[in-house]
């Protein structure tokens, strides 16, 4: 590997000098180093080699029981005035932070080996590409920083020795819950992540990097870094048009990034294709449209409720050079997780690595075990993938899980009032979740964990993109989730949501009528295709419906989240609002 990088090895030193190594090992990215890492890992026990027959290149890994999740409690914005992280994110000052973690550092690699891993965030040499370089002292980090970014000696050729690249910190240090620390400096391109082992926390080129840190440059440089699926959608004309669509999680956002169409839809010759299933970089292009890429290179996806009928794609993908986090091991050196078939296995392991009885009411996988999957797997990858100049977008879906408020679909009348239904985005709370049932979680732009910066200041920065984009995509609100009074779900959801996202590009394109309503456009019952949905039309104008008094309780709740912040809120959303309030009297 080449060295002769002054910043980067320098930087390297000094993070040696804390943690204190036995080794020091650079990730070249190649497969021989990968088997010796997977050797080694077999041997501590980090790692379990999988049935190689049935799931070649595949690998397992426990987590730390008490190291399952991405905490937000001890996820960290550091910059210097706390007004500028804003009310929805912790902070702390740089130097009070990094007092705090230098002693949880220091030495904390002695006996260890610590990986010095160079990652590309985008196809590299793409105009959206970003560096960085991980260092970690896990193998289960670096095989799966492998899977999820471009990693290894070719991008430290890219690099060069450009000294902006993204410095990441991680160790898993003695996995202690109460020193545990993921924090951001993005002042300094930094990240500094300690005492977990899990991917959200421990995979720095993913929250930490492509959303935190990448919002800040995104500001600062005219794009957006965004927590949204990016799909492309083939109507039976051979035309591709793509949607990003930004969902809170258990909202079924892997699902629509690897939709398969209805029958009906198939027939007439549909195709849908997946760019990206969590992360969206977008830049106004020279011909003012946003165009987006997928700055990932593999899936970091929720196994439990993942099947053959629920997303067939995502299952595909998953068996071939992956790794399993928590799921079932089976005696065969397979796995299972709830949700996977109706079998559970006798005989196995739970993701604690304890005998597992399927009639014991014990879950036998973690309900966040996870797969880290290579994006080249899933039969549905788009053939843009990997176009390093990204893909045109027509249309921004936002959407969350509300049993009655929101109705199926309904577009935005333009950018800003968009940007106003992005930052409403609210998700209620199922019988699975902590909290009242009902409650409503307020997420904006599915962010509220992921911005790196005050979420005011965020919002004027997606009113200001406006500007760059001559031909801005189309912004809907959609909602899978609407129940009748009995709590029944009125929408079939999965492929048949194509029918809804068909209807929000035609819009795009001006091929579809639409009526207008107190919070936006809605489309015609007969503009939505039913054919074969099991849905009658009757049905669908329910769905459609806008219930006025709901939305003025929705109104004082958005009313009460805006508050938060001050004189950071963009005074357009402020006038939204009025607007809204004001349609609904
Ligand atoms: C994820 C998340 O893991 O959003 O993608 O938490
Ligand atoms: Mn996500």
């Not at 690595?353 to 075990?369: E, F, L, R, V």
């Not at 996870?370 to 959407?399: D, H, K, L, Y």
Request: proline share 7%.
């Amino acid at each position: 590997m080449t060295h002769s990088t002054p910043h980067i090895t320098a930087w390297v030193d000094e993070q040696v000098r804390l943690c204190k190594p036995d080794r020091v090992v650079w990730i070249d990215g190649s497969e021989e180093q990968k088997a010796q890492l997977r050797r080694e890992g077999f041997a501590t026990g980090e790692l379990i080699e999988l049935n190689q027959e049935l799931l070649p290149g595949c690998v397992y890994h426990r987590s730390h029981p008490t190291d399952v999740a991405r905490v937000e409690a001890r996820t960290f914005i550091c910059c210097e005035k706390r007004e500028d992280a804003g009310p929805t994110n912790n902070w702390m000052a740089p130097d009070e932070m990094k007092a705090l973690l230098r002693p949880i550092y220091d030495g904390c690699m002695t006996g260890r080996t610590m990986y010095v891993l160079p990652y590309s965030m985008g196809q590299l040499h793409s105009p959206f590409a970003k560096y960085g370089i991980e260092i970690t002292d896990s193998i289960y980090v670096v095989l799966s920083m492998c899977i999820m970014t471009r990693a290894g000696a070719a991008v430290l050729e890219a690099m060069g020795d450009d000294p902006g690249f993204i410095k990441g910190l991680h160790a898993k240090a003695e996995l202690d819950p109460e020193k545990r620390y993921i924090t951001h400096f993005p002042q300094e391109n930094l990240i500094m992540s300690v005492n977990s082992g899990y991917g959200g926390n421990a995979l720095l080129g993913k929250k930490c990097f492509a959303l935190r840190i990448a919002s800040n440059l995104g500001r600062q440089e005219g794009w957006m870094a965004e927590h949204m699926l990016i799909l492309g959608v083939e109507n039976p004309r051979g035309e591709v048009r793509y949607v990003c669509g930004a969902f809170p999680s258990a909202c079924g956002k892997t699902n629509l990034a690897m939709l398969i169409p209805p029958k009906h839809y198939r027939d007439q010759g549909w195709k849908c294709w997946c760019v990206g299933d969590d992360i969206a970089w977008l830049r106004p292009g020279a011909d003012g449209r946003l165009w987006a890429v997928n700055p990932e290179n593999g899936f970091f996806g929720v196994a439990p409720g993942t099947s053959e009928k629920t997303n067939p794609n995502a299952l595909a993908s998953t068996k071939r050079n992956s790794i399993f986090t928590n799921v079932v091991l089976k005696p065969d050196g397979t796995v299972w997780w709830e949700g996977l078939d109706k079998d559970p296995p006798r005989d196995a392991l739970d993701w604690k690595g304890n005998p597992w009885d399927p009639d014991s009411g014990a879950p036998g996988a973690h309900p966040n075990s996870r797969f880290t999957a290579p994006a080249a797997n899933c039969p549905c990858i788009s053939p843009e993938f990997e176009n390093p100049q990204g893909v045109p977008i027509s249309a921004i879906v936002f959407g969350g899980r509300r049993a009655k408020t929101a109705p199926l679909v309904y577009q935005s009348r333009d950018w800003a009032h968009g940007v106003f239904v992005g930052s409403i985005m609210a998700s209620e709370k199922t019988a699975a979740a902590e909290g009242k049932v009902g409650e409503t979680r307020r997420d904006p732009m599915a962010m509220l964990p992921f911005c790196g910066y005050n979420m005011g200041d965020y919002w004027q920065h997606w009113l200001d993109m406006e500007k760059l984009l001559t031909h801005p995509p189309v912004i809907a609100n959609v909602n899978w989730f609407r129940t009748d009074d009995e709590g029944h779900f009125l929408w079939p959801g999965f492929g048949d949501n194509l029918r809804v996202i068909e209807w929000v590009l035609r819009r795009a394109f001006g091929e579809a009528e639409a009526v207008e309503s107190e919070i936006g456009y809605l489309p015609k019952p007969e503009d939505i295709d039913l054919a074969d949905a099991g849905v009658d039309e009757e049905t669908l104008r329910g769905l459609l419906t806008v219930d006025k008094a709901l939305w003025k309780t929705e109104c004082e709740g958005i009313r009460a989240y805006y508050a938060q912040f001050g004189d950071r809120l963009p005074a357009r959303l402020a006038e939204e609002l009025e607007k809204l309030e004001a349609a609904l009297k």
